[in-house]
């Protein structure tokens, strides 16, 4: 193991990271009184995230490679490892899935009373199999977690969610697995492509041939582009938004639909560079249809909650376009994106479940000049609906900025599509925040109505005021979270530019003209 | 160097503490915070003006914003003498508009609000003139558009607020969007986004042509278009006027503020301060040139017939913006900046001033219920006739000078030049007879409004006076910084201090010439009086006549040439219905749902056919098996 | 000396007899028999092949097949008895719940 | 034809009617009696084939045991009424024809079992030396152990099973 740094701290900050939550929700088995679970939930989340906090602080900035690698035998006479560590593309978003699991926990403090414990226990596995995902370093531990994810989120969605939640529930859980089960095709053939090793950073440095690449490809591209949700496939994400609970909301915005783009990052771009590039134009292409796509149809939106959710649809879009501009600044400010989009949605998540306790709808006529019944939750969304605008000083400029810059830089076109699609984003956004908090308030809500709603409380502005301050830490000074990438993406873009196939582009051609 | 990273962060410290506790803790104090703030900010710019008189220029990095790759920008700060020119007047303007705010928003609920937003709109104003590249100014830019967007909106409980507001930002970012590309494309051109380095490079890159979207166009004349894209939506040129008039929605305190001294002027601001890349291309300058004529005249046509006093004084300062940018692409640099500073006290001063008139009438604005109210209010009628005479460019009130510049700039520059004189000649008589059309139906006369409204006039308390004053001063005398060679060798002081930013203007012309255009515009600002006079104070049946006479005429006027019904039927109403209809309810719903669903219920029929095999009776399943084991053991034996 | 084929062909003669009991037969009691029939057909088969190879697995393995058969006889009839509770039938084609 | 082929042949006939009698009857309680019968036989068959320890415990076991319990739950149940009703299943025609082919392919493949592996070490003088009983208990608890405990535990499964699932009211 040459090229990796191992862990060198003396405990395996990697491997607790993962294990705390599993013992956490092991731990909540036991217990029966709603308090203890949550007090429980919540300590052990904190903890995680506790443990988590060296990984930034040792975290050597200089390099591409692999850090903090731990690495012991586990199904030998299969080549299956247990290995895990991080790069610079990796550690921002452990450090972000432990920071939203506390705030999930926080934010169902009052609002689930219905199967507490296993609804913590969820929360638990959900953290424990996302940071997995992020730190496996072998494709059998990989999919493990991947496909563990997906159970948790189900319940999620299936147990604790609205009214239509057995068709959302399982409407997500098939079309992830449908794309799960095309991934798994691909591990394999690449596990007896690769020379019978799962190992992924090896496997990173293949040159394997083209029409194997881009098959592979396509089958990798079924599990990611679901996930993320890119352009055809996203109509499950809206549905599981608007009936999961805030919790599975925030970390299906948060974590959860990242784990797609990482997947490009990860595994399509460095072991099939030659199919990514010669897949770059449709991704592209795609990308800026779901971000003006997205855009248009949350001008139709009735919903406050599938409003956002299709809003994540145009912002992952920018996203997905970043990483396939395939320059420093696209990848870097769509890895970024991510990480702001993480942090914008699931606060807005958070926020439309605290107002949805108060008011009990979700239905944006129905409301009405908030800003004068809840000020503070006004403002505090005010922030939230500029950042996803992209209004600089906020994260969201820094990241879309760098975005449009980077598919500006790889096609102009597709920047300046994608650049319309902010002034759309604008026009949805102003909207719905004019529908909600401007103009007269709608009769049921005032303090002396039916429904009396209350401004937010100590512990929903702590739950939210992590977020705000990394809203405003990106968006003045993003260098102390792009320091970590710089390595990192230079070496996988690198990768991607690197080929067995330099100006061979006809022949790829050739092969496609034979597939068809 | 903490000395000038402190302009904008006192007004920043002064939004911080205001938003946080103005609801509960500091309410109708909410002045004591702000105030202090901007005379700090205001002390501190002009220490800085001098500091920049002497020639130097300072220059800050605070920190590296963004790196990422090759790309890196710096969040810094930059004064020369336009800065502070700019500097100056965002200040003085807001000290007293701020003073003033305390009295006209006394009693607002929102108190603290209003002046947070103002004090973090100062903020921004003051980092958008203050940056040293472009990605700093863009940060103010759409920074003073997001506070422009809260102090429209700032009685949020009406709808025409919030809409007004929502237009504003939208409007602007249709703007930004060419100011955005802009940027990239400078930083893709120079490797820099610096204004120092960029301009430095400037010369170099003239002429060379660069492959964008299929056509082959000249580089420099891009990015000026582009980054010109920006101007007009910030300036509200055409055609992305139309949010100014209506965000004449906000409380007064803030048009004068916001939409007439400082904000709006920013894409002046923007344009003048990248003088050197428009230099290099001609097509952009004369572009500049030519929307800002046709603006000027366009939006004076609108505000002869419009009703509501701030309206016509909103179109009033579009088409004011559009005389600067007509200097601005005729090459006077700072003609056009000197308009600017002018044009922000007096059109700052017919704000406050009919924003005192307002007051009085309890929130009462159109003219048409107002009338002769001279008697009731000295002061305000004092001041409201300087600024007139100020923006009918009257000798020697501030705007004269600043106004005769621009014409004889204009004069000189070519054929173009002489058309776009034309003009500007032409939108000075418009201006001036709406001006004064102003003055006598709300001064002059017999008062229209309701008896209980005549009852509680009075002119208004000092806190509005005493900055109207000081204004009205201004009005007068700032144009006294730019008198032209032709009544006193080196009188243009401003013009001087700005030439190592924006150069000296090219062109020269005889004295006879100048009196000549200086006769012109003086002449025309004193026909449009008179006229005015005539229509609205001797004959006051006169006006209804033409207006039915030329009906076509006055409906197309007063409906603003039905621009926003445009934008309304081509631009909103397809965007609403294509994703209602087209997108969500066809492509998501029929075609992508359909898909989703569909393979499912492919699959369920077959099941529904299938689990009829599912008999549950273990017998069946029995016999099942056997007959699959039977199959085994036959496929095994014939097999062998 | 009697051939291990007609062992061989005595055990297949009844065991097909049991699988004929077992599909056929309605009530739930004869089939659980027809089980048993299958069984012990198995079990003559082994013990024959015990014998004439010499060999002492095939008598194990019918110890084994016993035990066997005794555990299932009981759990088969407890469950015979839980479901007759419940639904006072023994006849197989009645038990339908778990129809799709 | 040997004494010793009449008497497989006595048995055989006489096994194979009974299986039939046992699957034909209407009664559950004549089928059990018949079976009973049939075990008897069965017993008798392993004796020819020299195993007297299984002879006795087809008996002991199945005889003494399992049809005495079948014989408990008939008369437990009590199903007078189930007798009056039809016998069959409406697919007994598959059944019959599935079980005839299957007897059919039976018979064809097993009649030709020519080649045998080789013999093994446990001949019937060697197993009448030492004692049919002492044989297979040698083998049992040295070669078979493992699975002789897991067949206690499976026997233990049972009990506790059939006790559970007869009580009153189920789980």
């Known amino acids: 193991m040459d090229n990796v740094i191992m862990n060198n701290l003396d405990y395996p900050i990697l491997s607790w990271t993962v294990l705390l939550p599993v013992f956490g929700s092991l731990l909540l088995l036991f217990m029966q009184n709603a308090r203890a679970v949550r007090w429980t939930a919540l300590i052990f989340t904190l903890l995680t995230f506790a443990i988590s906090l060296p990984l930034l602080t040792q975290f050597d900035k200089g390099t591409h490679l692999m850090q903090f690698v731990e690495k012991h035998e586990w199904i030998p006479s299969w080549g299956i490892n247990y290995i895990i560590g991080i790069d610079g593309i990796s550690i921002l978003f452990v450090f972000l899935t432990t920071i939203l699991s506390i705030l999930c926990v926080l934010v169902s403090w009052n609002s689930i009373n219905t199967r507490v414990r296993e609804f913590h226990i969820a929360i638990l596995a959900m953290e424990a199999a996302m940071v997995g995902v992020f730190v496996s370093l072998d494709f059998f531990l990989f999919y493990l977690f991947w496909e563990a994810m997906l159970i948790p989120m189900f319940l999620l969605i299936g147990v604790w969610g609205g009214a239509n939640k057995l068709y959302a529930s399982i409407k997500f859980f098939l079309y992830t697995l449908v794309g799960s089960v095309l991934m798994l095709v691909g591990i394999v053939v690449l596990y007896f492509a690769g020379g019978k090793t799962l190992d992924i950073l090896t496997l990173s440095t293949l040159s394997l041939p083209m029409g194997l690449q881009f098959w592979l490809f396509l089958a990798f591209f079924a599990a990611f582009a679901v996930k993320v949700p890119m352009f055809p496939v996203h109509t499950w994400l809206p549905d599981a938004h608007t009936e999961a609970p805030t919790a599975g909301s925030v970390i299906l915005a948060g974590v959860l639909i990242k784990m797609g783009a990482y997947g490009f990052l990860r595994f399509s771009m460095p072991m099939l560079p030659d199919a990514t590039r010669l897949f770059i134009p449709v991704l592209m292409v795609l990308s800026v249809v779901a971000i003006i796509y997205g855009a248009l149809v949350c001008f139709a939106q009735k919903d406050f909650k599938r409003l956002i959710a299709y809003s994540s649809v145009s912002h992952m879009g920018f996203v997905t376009l970043g990483l396939f501009a395939m320059n420093t600044q696209g990848v870097e400010g769509g890895i970024l994106q991510m990480i702001n989009h993480g942090i914008i949605t699931g606060a807005m998540f958070l926020m439309i479940g605290m107002i949805y306790e108060r008011t009990h709808t979700r239905v944006i006529s129905e409301y009405g000049g908030f800003a004068k019944i809840v000020p503070w939750y006004a403002g505090l969304f005010c922030i939230l609906t500029f950042a996803s605008v992209g209004l600089p000083g906020t994260n969201g400029f820094v990241g879309e900025f760098l975005i449009i810059f980077g598919a500006f830089k790889a096609k102009q076109i597709i920047g300046v599509l994608s650049a319309l699609g902010i002034i759309l984003g604008a026009g949805y956004m102003l909207r719905l925040y004019q529908d909600i908090f401007f103009q007269d308030a709608a009769p049921d809500f005032e303090k002396k109505g039916k429904h009396p709603v209350w401004d937010l409380d100590m512990r929903e502005v702590l739950t939210l005021a992590p977020l705000l301050l990394l809203v405003f830490w990106i968006g003045f000074y993003p260098n102390t979270f792009l320091s970590y990438m710089h390595a990192s993406v230079e070496h996988l873009i690198s990768r991607v530019n690197y080929t067995a196939y330099a100006g061979q582009e006809n022949l790829i051609a050739k092969y496609i003209m034979e597939i068809f | 160097m903490i000395k000038y990273t402190l302009i904008p962060l006192l007004p920043l410290i002064a939004f911080v503490i205001n938003i946080l506790f103005g609801r509960n803790y500091i309410r109708d104090k909410a002045h004591w915070v702000a105030i202090p703030a901007i005379v700090g900010s205001l002390l501190l710019a002009i220490s800085a003006f001098f500091d920049v008189a002497g020639g130097n220029v300072i220059n800050i990095n605070v920190y590296d914003w963004i790196v990422s790759g090759d790309f890196n920008v710096s969040a810094g700060l930059m004064i020369d003498q336009l800065t502070a020119i700019m500097l100056l007047v965002v200040t003085i303007c807001g000290t007293l508009i701020f003073i003033y705010s305390v009295g006209y928003m006394h009693g607002d609920e929102g108190y603290y609000r209003f002046f947070a937003y103002l004090c973090l709109f100062i903020f921004s104003m003051l980092v958008l003139v203050m940056g040293n590249n472009f990605l700093v100014m863009y940060f103010g830019w759409e920074a003073v558009g997001l506070c422009s967007y809260f102090l429209i909106g700032f009685w949020f409980n009406k709808k025409s607020a919030g809409d007004a507001g929502?237009?504003?930002?939208?409007?602007?970012?249709?703007?930004?969007?060419?100011?955005?590309?802009?940027?990239?494309?400078?930083?893709?051109?120079?490797?820099?986004?610096?204004?120092?380095?960029?301009?430095?490079?400037?010369?170099?890159?003239?002429?060379?042509?660069?492959?964008?979207?299929?056509?082959?166009?000249?580089?420099?004349?891009?990015?000026?278009?582009?980054?010109?894209?920006?101007?007009?939506?910030?300036?509200?040129?055409?055609?992305?006027?139309?949010?100014?008039?209506?965000?004449?929605?906000?409380?007064?305190?803030?048009?004068?503020?916001?939409?007439?001294?400082?904000?709006?002027?920013?894409?002046?601001?923007?344009?003048?301060?990248?003088?050197?890349?428009?230099?290099?291309?001609?097509?952009?300058?004369?572009?500049?040139?030519?929307?800002?004529?046709?603006?000027?005249?366009?939006?004076?046509?609108?505000?002869?017939?419009?009703?509501?006093?701030?309206?016509?004084?909103?179109?009033?300062?579009?088409?004011?913006?559009?005389?600067?940018?007509?200097?601005?692409?005729?090459?006077?640099?700072?003609?056009?900046?000197?308009?600017?500073?002018?044009?922000?006290?007096?059109?700052?001063?017919?704000?406050?001033?009919?924003?005192?008139?307002?007051?009085?009438?309890?929130?009462?604005?159109?003219?048409?219920?107002?009338?002769?109210?001279?008697?009731?209010?000295?002061?305000?009628?004092?001041?409201?006739?300087?600024?007139?005479?100020?923006?009918?460019?009257?000798?020697p009130f501030a705007g004269f000078f600043s106004k005769d510049e621009i014409l004889w700039r204009a004069f000189l520059a070519g054929d173009m030049g002489k058309f776009l004189w034309l003009l500007g000649t032409i939108a000075a008589l418009l201006t001036s007879f709406y001006s004064w059309r102003l003055i006598f139906m709300t001064f002059h006369g017999d008062f229209r409004g309701t008896s209980e409204q005549e009852h509680h006039l009075h002119e208004s308390p000092k806190v509005i006076t005493v900055p109207l004053m000081i204004l009205a001063v201004g009005a007068v005398a700032a144009g006294w910084v730019g008198i032209p060679p032709l009544f006193m060798e080196h009188g243009d002081k401003i013009g001087e201090f700005l030439a190592p930013v924006l150069g000296h203007p090219s062109g020269h012309g005889t004295h006879a010439q100048e009196w000549f255009v200086v006769?012109?515009?003086?002449?025309?600002?004193?026909?449009?009086?008179?006229?005015?006079?005539?229509?609205?104070?001797?004959?006051?049946?006169?006006?209804?006549?033409?207006?039915?006479?030329?009906?076509?005429?006055?409906?197309?006027?007063?409906?603003?040439?039905?621009?926003?019904?445009?934008?309304?039927?081509?631009?909103?109403?397809?965007?609403?219905?294509?994703?209602?209809?087209?997108?969500?309810?066809?492509?998501?719903?029929?075609?992508?749902?359909?898909?989703?669903?569909?393979?499912?219920?492919?699959?369920?029929?077959?099941?529904?056919?299938?689990?009829?095999?599912?008999t549950g009776v273990f017998g069946s399943y029995g016999l099942a098996m056997t007959v699959g084991a039977l199959c085994i053991i036959g496929y095994l034996f014939f097999q062998r | 000396m009697v051939p291990l084929s007609w062992y061989i062909i005595l055990s297949a003669v009844l065991f097909c007899i049991g699988v004929f009991g077992f599909l056929a037969r309605r009530n739930m009691i004869v089939m659980f028999i027809s089980i048993e029939l299958m069984l012990n057909a198995v079990n003559i088969s082994l013990v024959a092949f015990s014998h004439y190879l010499q060999q002492v697995t095939g008598q194990i393995l019918v110890f084994f097949v016993i035990t066997v058969a005794a555990a299932e006889a009981a759990i088969g009839l407890a469950i015979l008895i839980a479901y007759y509770k419940n639904n006072p039938t023994v006849k197989a084609d009645d038990a339908s719940l778990m129809k799709g | 034809m040997t004494l010793v082929q009449g008497f497989f042949i006595y048995f055989a006939v006489a096994m194979t009617v009974l299986a039939l009698l046992v699957v034909t009857r209407k009664s559950p309680m004549h089928s059990v009696l018949w079976m009973l019968a049939f075990f008897f036989h069965t017993a008798g068959l392993y004796l020819f084939l020299n195993a007297e320890f299984l002879a006795a415990a087809q008996i002991i076991v199945y005889a003494g045991a399992i049809m005495v319990l079948f014989i408990f739950v008939i008369m437990l149940l009590n199903l007078k009424k189930e007798e009056t009703e039809r016998k069959l299943q409406k697919h007994w025609v598959a059944g019959l024809v599935v079980s005839l082919v299957l007897m059919a392919a039976m018979v064809k493949i097993l009649s030709g079992i020519t080649v045998l592996p080789p013999l093994g070490e446990y001949s019937i003088q060697f197993v009448q030396l030492q004692g049919n009983l002492m044989t297979i208990g040698k083998v049992l608890y040295t070669q078979y152990l493992l699975p002789f405990e897991i067949a206690s535990v499976v026997l233990l499964v049972a009990i506790i099973g059939a006790v559970v699932l007869a009580k009153k009211r189920i789980l």
């Open chain 2, 166 to 395: 929502k237009k504003a930002f939208i409007v602007n970012r249709f703007g930004d969007f060419g100011f955005g590309l802009g940027v990239i494309l400078i930083f893709l051109t120079f490797g820099t986004l610096d204004f120092v380095g960029v301009f430095g490079q400037a010369g170099s890159f003239a002429g060379q042509t660069i492959n964008f979207l299929g056509w082959e166009v000249d580089l420099v004349t891009l990015i000026c278009l582009l980054l010109f894209c920006g101007a007009v939506g910030k300036s509200a040129q055409l055609p992305l006027h139309v949010w100014l008039p209506d965000a004449m929605e906000g409380p007064t305190p803030v048009s004068a503020l916001i939409h007439a001294a400082t904000m709006v002027t920013a894409g002046v601001f923007m344009v003048a301060r990248c003088n050197p890349l428009f230099i290099e291309s001609p097509i952009a300058m004369n572009t500049v040139a030519i929307v800002g004529g046709v603006t000027a005249i366009f939006a004076a046509t609108i505000a002869l017939v419009q009703n509501d006093i701030k309206r016509v004084i909103a179109y009033s300062t579009v088409s004011q913006l559009g005389y600067m940018f007509l200097a601005l692409g005729v090459g006077a640099f700072s003609a056009g900046v000197f308009h600017l500073y002018t044009h922000a006290f007096f059109k700052a001063l017919l704000f406050l001033a009919s924003g005192s008139v307002i007051h009085a009438l309890h929130n009462e604005q159109d003219m048409r219920n107002m009338g002769g109210l001279k008697k009731y209010m000295p002061i305000t009628y004092a001041v409201f006739i300087i600024g007139t005479l100020s923006i009918t460019g009257i000798f």
């Open chain 2, 519 to 614: 006769g012109i515009s003086s002449l025309v600002a004193v026909l449009g009086g008179i006229v005015a006079y005539v229509m609205y104070v001797k004959k006051t049946d006169i006006a209804g006549k033409i207006a039915s006479a030329f009906k076509p005429v006055h409906a197309l006027l007063y409906n603003k040439y039905y621009v926003d019904e445009l934008y309304d039927t081509t631009l909103i109403q397809p965007v609403m219905k294509a994703s209602d209809k087209v997108i969500l309810g066809f492509i998501d719903k029929t075609i992508i749902e359909g898909i989703v669903n569909g393979i499912p219920n492919v699959i369920g029929v077959f099941s529904r056919k299938l689990r009829t095999i599912q």
